[in-house]
């Protein structure tokens, strides 16, 4: 365990060491961790436009892909690591900071390495795929004196926060019940579909924006979940995790929800929250861009508020959110300990289910 | 236990009554047995333009109600009934059926004295308030050879069988997963919110809408089920029965539900159906009219099939539904078992949420 006074000692070396990462003018410098989908046509393009971050280095298993995205990003070769020789990132003061996109097993060993080497850490959701995973990656960044940021968007979209304000301003009322459902009709060969790399299925890919909305909505952790789990389809795509769950939850001030995940079908993400003075319902509520907050509340005007903004504006907020975190020295609102939070109700749900 | 020719007798004895009831030119007769807002306006306003079945008795406490509903159907005074002589109706021959529309917990009484008067029977939902009250009845209408039919008005009405057909023809795919919600904000006062009367809150008056629903979506009935159930508001309405119930299922084939009910906020009539090749979304679900379906499945065009009918027709058709087996001989495809049913998971339900 690390003493306050200790910890204290760390927290002002990190601070030194941000005070440079910022200087006037300097962009954080962010290295991809993983050149899937999600980081070459999201995040990394989403820094192109930032004044705050750029991409700065890339790790990658594929050399070629590398080499590809490193002409795009105008980054020299010697900011191109692989898995091998990952730890050298120690040594290059032009990545302050790595984004975590790799299959959700992987996030642990990363996210720990990545923090041995002094950088910090945004890493995409689900955390890790056991409580100590989450715990040690916590720790991890903690001990090394850097943020951990989950990549949990929805809690910095105004879509989702007009929504929570509405909540928390009282307009909508006593919040009394919730539904949510976010899932999709899987393809075969997936990552996603392996056990030992995802961890688990659609509840965790999926459901855990619904569990993590759920929360963030409320402002209440569950005090009691209860599950339903299934496999439809035999066609080989689940036979390491499951296709559907179906749980409910109550919060300790009484608000129950009840949601869905799937791997077997379209299902549209969306969150309808039922107050005393009316409802909200957020469809779509969880993807890149398009997003729609509507309701209808006693005494106010209809609201339906289209998101405008477009993809990957939810990315660059969410590393700028990282950057501005490391200048003040805050904690991430989307921190490793929400995203812990996150991993030991998924475990609940799937101990429900008798799948743990 | 009656024996099957011993049944089979009554079953030749009550069609002899039958073919008396089903003359040419005559309608059926409905006595109204209690005289609140579902059959004063809802089913006897519905009957004034069937061709099959009319108001002809009318049951309640309060004479002066009755003498100015009688006025208004044409009802002679000696058809006006109180709960006390009730039983007398046995000697009316214009009256062929009674349509239950009592607090829940008295449907098991009147249904029984109905059967036992030799009337059929049009129950409201839910049933009955346990299990071996809705056995009971069951058993006293078979005893008498009298039909009994539950008010699931949704399994009548044609947006609610285009959701299932679209569903049994395959045209969804194979369906994995369905949310589904109903329940809205309730007055202090109501019988509703006795425990004697009602059995349960809201679960049992508009939650028992969405259970009704997964089960004829899938044609399944549920194998598993899981529920949590909170009182919010401590303003005296949830002293005996709870305000909300949020509940998970899973049927056989692996098709699971996630549902929701309240009595402590606007909660609209919803169900979506997601299928491996489509999804449907029926909205309001529930509703006296204004019912809307709407589907996006591969390969058709969208669906967006908003119901022209107007109230009171749902009302109509299930009052002629009866009308029509009492004719054939055939048992109501919205029968006491079918009821029955619907009582046993609800005492599911509630114990899985510990209130049992």
């Given at each position: 365990m690390l003493t306050r006074r200790h910890f204290n000692g760390l927290a002002v070396a990190a601070a030194a060491r941000i005070s440079r990462a910022q200087e006037p003018g300097r962009k954080l410098g962010f290295a991809m961790v993983g050149l899937g989908r999600i980081s070459m046509q999201h995040l990394a393009p989403s820094l192109k436009t930032s004044s705050k971050a750029q991409v700065t280095g890339l790790v990658s298993g594929h050399r070629d892909k590398a080499d590809k995205m490193a002409a795009e990003y105008g980054i020299?070769?010697?900011?191109i690591y692989s898995y091998e020789n990952?730890?050298?990132?120690?040594?290059?003061?032009?990545?302050?900071a790595v984004y975590i996109a790799l299959p959700n097993s992987m996030h642990a060993e990363y996210t720990i390495r990545a923090a041995k080497a002094g950088k910090h850490v945004l890493c995409e959701k689900?955390?890790?795929?056991t409580v100590a995973d989450a715990e040690a990656m916590i720790a991890a960044c903690k001990q090394a004196g850097r943020k951990l940021a989950i990549a949990y968007r929805c809690q910095l979209e105004p879509c989702n926060l007009r929504a929570m304000e509405l909540i928390r301003s009282g307009k909508l009322g006593k919040v009394q019940a919730i539904e949510s459902a976010n899932g999709f009709n899987i393809r075969a060969?997936?990552?996603?579909?392996?056990g030992k790399l995802a961890g688990g299925g659609p509840l965790m890919d999926m459901g855990v924006y619904s569990l993590n909305a759920c929360r963030f909505l409320t402002a209440e952790e569950p005090a009691e979940i209860k599950a339903d789990w299934s496999v439809?389809?035999?066609?080989?795509?689940f036979a390491e995790v499951e296709e559907n769950v179906a749980w409910s939850m109550k919060f300790p001030s009484g608000i129950v929800a009840s949601c869905n995940t799937t791997y077997g079908a379209n299902m549209p993400g969306f969150y309808r929250v039922h107050g005393t003075r009316g409802m909200l319902h957020m469809?779509?509520?969880?993807?890149?861009?398009?997003l729609r907050l509507t309701a209808r509340i006693q005494g106010e005007p209809p609201i339906d508020e289209p998101s405008q903004e477009k993809d990957p504006v939810q990315f660059t907020r969410e590393a700028e959110h990282l950057v501005d975190c490391i200048a003040s020295g805050k904690d991430p609102r989307i921190s490793g300990e929400e995203g812990l939070r996150d991993m030991k109700y998924m475990l609940e749900i799937y101990r429900s289910c008798g799948r743990r």
């Open positions: 020299p070769a010697k900011n990952f730890d050298a990132i120690a040594d290059n003061k032009e990545i302050d689900p955390m890790a795929t060969g997936e990552w996603r579909l392996n439809i389809d035999q066609d080989g795509r469809e779509p509520a969880f993807g890149y861009e398009g």
